[in-house]
């Protein structure tokens, strides 16, 4: 037989004997990393719902997950968690889109100041870059601003003094202020605040714009943090809603494709960035759908262990039963567990949707 480019590949390389015939995700070859995760490393997460599912993982591990913002003493995990603690290495609830996460640093080390800093909830208020983390509103704006201003110093120092900054990208759409470009985590009216066409408008980011955006987040970072590496993933979490016109099954793929084009290109072009394929896991073919909850969204225990399995396995950690003393910053100057995901919110607007609307 003649030679060709495929001959004495690696059996991964093939469906066959790659997917096919793979007797577990962990021992594939799915993913090799390109640098190592330590116990000694700091680790900083954000990202999508998906993203709290690794910052729990890397924990179990031994990993120095860093915790900017603990919760207050006393304080029991459901009633932290739906405050926005031990979530993220910093209580700045999910980020859905690189466009917010590049947004946040600006915020932190570029002078930007966000249009419409607070919104109204009732009469109380609540911060409008990050609605979810008082779920029933502060009682003043002063208040809110006085808290995004203490927010704000302890991303600083999170990210800051990571050695690894974990993010995973979530969602394309998002809507945003139409003069300034203001990015909103949440639609305004799901969360605070009141939609206004005239304020506010719809926008589903492409490709080059997620490059982009990841990569101004990168630099902001690397200015404050020179030796920070990255490790993204893509969330295989499907829309809970679209606003786009499509079909939200459609959107979703979309938004997905998009998403795991940017990794890629970002990857390529930054040797200081590395991707994990949690997305190609709990959609792969060779899960026949077992990884998706009944609803067809929700991704299960067992997936979630799957994937958690290949990131341990790729970089050799163990569990542990504690998390070391290593996960502490730096002095300051002055089973499974269900995720928190605002997102979900949207599907109360489903009851009276038509099939132009989105509905069945």
Not at 60 to 65: H, K, M, T
Not at 260 to 284: H, K, L, M, N, Q
Request: with cysteine.
């Amino acid at each position: 037989m003649a030679r060709s480019p495929y001959h004495g590949l690696e059996r991964r390389a093939f469906w066959r004997t790659g997917v096919e015939a793979r007797e577990s995700f962990a021992s594939s070859g799915l993913f090799r990393p390109r640098f190592p995760i330590t116990p000694e490393m700091r680790v900083a997460t954000a990202g999508s719902c998906f993203a709290q599912h690794v910052g729990r993982a890397l924990r179990a591990a031994g990993v120095a997950v860093i915790d900017a913002e603990p919760a207050p003493a006393g304080v029991s995990d459901k009633v932290a968690k739906d405050h926005g603690y031990r979530l993220f290495s910093a209580r700045h609830g999910n980020i859905y889109t690189p466009a917010h996460l590049a947004q946040l640093a600006r915020e932190v080390w570029d002078g930007f100041k966000p249009a419409e800093p607070v919104w109204p909830l009732g009469a109380r208020f609540v911060d409008a870059q990050r609605p979810s983390v008082e779920p029933l509103g502060l009682a003043s704006e002063e208040e809110v601003r006085w808290h995004r201003a203490r927010h704000l110093a302890q991303v600083a120092r999170a990210w800051a003094g990571a050695d690894l900054f974990v993010f995973t990208f979530g969602l394309t759409e998002a809507f945003v202020h139409r003069d300034s470009g203001t990015v909103f985590p949440m639609a305004p009216g799901v969360l605070g605040g009141e939609y206004d066409p005239a304020r506010h408008v719809f926008h589903n980011f492409g490709v080059a714009e997620t490059v982009a955006a990841f990569r101004d987040f990168a630099a902001l970072l690397r200015a404050a943090n020179p030796a920070v590496r990255f490790l993204v993933t893509v969330s295989p979490v499907p829309l809970a809603a679209t606003a786009s016109g499509a079909h939200v099954e459609v959107a979703t793929v979309r938004s997905k494709a998009v998403l795991r084009a940017a990794c890629d290109e970002i990857v390529a072009e930054d040797d200081g960035v590395d991707y994990f394929p949690s997305y190609e896991i709990v959609t792969s073919a060779s899960a026949r759908g077992r990884f998706f909850a009944p609803n067809l969204r929700d991704v299960t225990d067992e997936g979630v262990a799957t994937v958690m399995a290949v990131l341990r396995a790729a970089y050799g950690l163990g569990d542990a039963v504690a998390v070391p003393e290593a996960a502490a910053l730096p002095p300051a100057a002055g089973g499974l567990e269900e995720t928190r995901c605002e997102e979900m919110l949207l599907a109360r607007f489903a009851a009276g949707a038509g099939p132009g609307a989105g509905g069945s």
